[in-house]
């Protein structure tokens, strides 16, 4: 994950602990086609998945993290960590400025992100839902406002 020139935008997405193998597969399509630089997973590592039809764990750089201690020490310098989660500290995504360059962190589909993995975010976003959403969904919705706003210098 280390970008050779810094002043390049550059983002990834991730799953830490995700439950289902089909929400990593539905979510590194969706990675593919809106302009992700890479993909990662932190705990459960999940094979090819069959709702993955573009194979997108091949075109893209997929990385996988045994813990969320081997995931931050692995960060490119400079990247933010923008955790998805609902909860009462994150901000709301429609008024959300995207890093330049950032890793964005969805949690498990039952249990969220860790407590650890939302301390050590540099942004909580949250959506303005009444429930929670599926992973997969949470996060297309993410790269797909990325994808609609130029990310913050």
């Given at each position: ?5 810094f ?8 799953i ?31 094979a ?8 997108a ?20 310098k ?6 998805v989660?609902?909860t009462k ?18 949690g ?20 303005d839902?009444?429930?929670?959403l599926?992973v ?18």
């Amino acid at each position: 994950m280390q970008p050779n020139n810094f002043t390049t935008t550059f983002f990834g997405i991730g799953i830490q602990n995700g439950k289902t193998p089909e929400n990593l597969g539905v979510l590194w399509r969706t990675a593919q086609n809106l302009g992700a630089s890479f993909i990662f997973t932190i705990g459960k590592r999940y094979a090819n998945q069959a709702c993955d039809t573009h194979n997108a764990v091949k075109s893209l750089p997929y990385y996988h993290y045994k813990d969320f201690d081997d995931f931050f020490e692995h960060l490119p310098k400079g990247v933010r960590i923008v955790g998805v989660e609902k909860t009462k500290n994150a901000v709301n995504l429609e008024t959300f400025s995207h890093p330049k360059r950032c890793v964005y962190l969805l949690g498990a589909e039952d249990n969220g992100l860790t407590i650890e993995a939302m301390e050590r975010c540099h942004f909580l976003i949250q959506f303005d839902s009444e429930f929670s959403l599926n992973v997969a969904v949470a996060g297309s919705i993410v790269l797909y406002d990325r994808s609609r706003n130029k990310p913050m210098q």
